[in-house]
C-alpha cells in the first residue's frame, strides 16, 4: 500500500474514517417548502411539504438500501429553509447530485378535477412551455422580491455557461432516467421531462433535478400521494433512477462517482 507509506497512526485512522463515512456516493435530497411556507394543498388538506418531506425521508432509506448510498436532506423537519440557504448547504457538502421534491397544484376547479401526472425538471433559462413557466414561478414564489433581482443576475451569470458544463448534460441525463423509472413503477400520467429557471437548481455544483412527484390538487394523485405504500413505491424508482444513472456515469468516466 504505497499510498498510505510514510503517514501517521492518525493519519491512517482518519483516512479510514473518511473512506468509511462516505463509502458510496453522496446525494442531498430536497424536501420543497416547509415552516410557513406549505407550498401546494389538497382540498382534503394535505400539504405539499408534509408530502415532500415524507418522500424524502423514504428516498433516503432507499438510496441507503439499494446504492450504499450516503443521503442528507436540505430539511429534516417542518422547518422554513431559503432557497438560497439550500443551494449554499448543498454545494457545501460536494454531493454527487441533488433531488428536489415537490407535489405539483393546479389554480381553477375545473383543472384541479382533470390535471395529472408525473413531470420532472432540470434547470433551464427558457421553459419548455408556458405549464412549465408556471409550475417554476409558483416553485420561486417564497424568494423575497430583493432577492428574485438579485438572483436574476446570478441566473443570467450561471446560464452563460451552462450550455458547455457537464453537470448541466447529467441533469438531463439524470432527469430522464429517473422519470422513466417513476413513469414505470406508477403507471402515472406521463407529463414528460421538462426545463425551467427554478431558483433551486441555479448555481449548483452537482448534477440536480426538479421532481413534481404527482398533482396534489387531483383528486385521486392527491389522494394517493398520501398513500404510504404509493410514497415507498415513488421513493424506489427515483432511487432506481439514480443508481441508472450512477452506473452509465461509471461506464463513461471508467471510475465510480465515489
Ligand atoms: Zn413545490
Redesign the pocket.
Known amino acids: 500500500m504505497p499510498v498510505v507509506r510514510g503517514l501517521g497512526l492518525g493519519a491512517l485512522s482518519a483516512l479510514c474514517f473518511s473512506l468509511a463515512a462516505h463509502a458510496g456516493p453522496l446525494v442531498v435530497i430536497d424536501p420543497?417548502?416547509g415552516g410557513s411556507q406549505d407550498?401546494?394543498a389538497a382540498e382534503s388538506g394535505l400539504l405539499?411539504k408534509n408530502v415532500?418531506l415524507a418522500l424524502a425521508k423514504k428516498l433516503k432509506a432507499a438510496l441507503e438500501k439499494e446504492l450504499s448510498a450516503t443521503a442528507v436532506l436540505t430539511r429534516e423537519r417542518d422547518s422554513l429553509v431559503h432557497l438560497s440557504d439550500r443551494v449554499a448547504w448543498a454545494n457545501r457538502q460536494k454531493p454527487d447530485l441533488f433531488i428536489s421534491l415537490?407535489?405539483n397544484s393546479m389554480p381553477t376547479q375545473r383543472q384541479r378535477k382533470v390535471i395529472e401526472g408525473i413531470e420532472t425538471y432540470f434547470l433551464s433559462a427558457h421553459a419548455s412551455h408556458e405549464d412549465a413557466r408556471k409550475v417554476a414561478a409558483?416553485?420561486n414564489a417564497e424568494i423575497p422580491q430583493a432577492k428574485k433581482a438579485q438572483n436574476n443576475d446570478t441566473l443570467a451569470f450561471i446560464l452563460a455557461d451552462l450550455q458547455r458544463s457537464e453537470a448541466h448534460a447529467d441533469s438531463s441525463r439524470l432527469a430522464y432516467m429517473v422519470h422513466e423509472q417513476l413513469i414505470a413503477a406508477t403507471k402515472a400520467v406521463d407529463r414528460g421531462v421538462q426545463q425551467a429557471p427554478f431558483f433551486v437548481l441555479m448555481g449548483l455544483d452537482a448534477p440536480a433535478i426538479l421532481v413534481?412527484v404527482g398533482f396534489i390538487s387531483h383528486p385521486g394523485e392527491g389522494a394517493r400521494l398520501a398513500d404510504e405504500a404509493y410514497q415507498d413505491t415513488l421513493a424506489k424508482a427515483v432511487a432506481l433512477g439514480v443508481k441508472n444513472f450512477f452506473q452509465t456515469v461509471e461506464k463513461r468516466d471508467g471510475r465510480p462517482a465515489r
Open positions: 420543497g417548502h407550498g401546494a405539499e415532500a415537490h407535489a409558483r416553485e413534481e
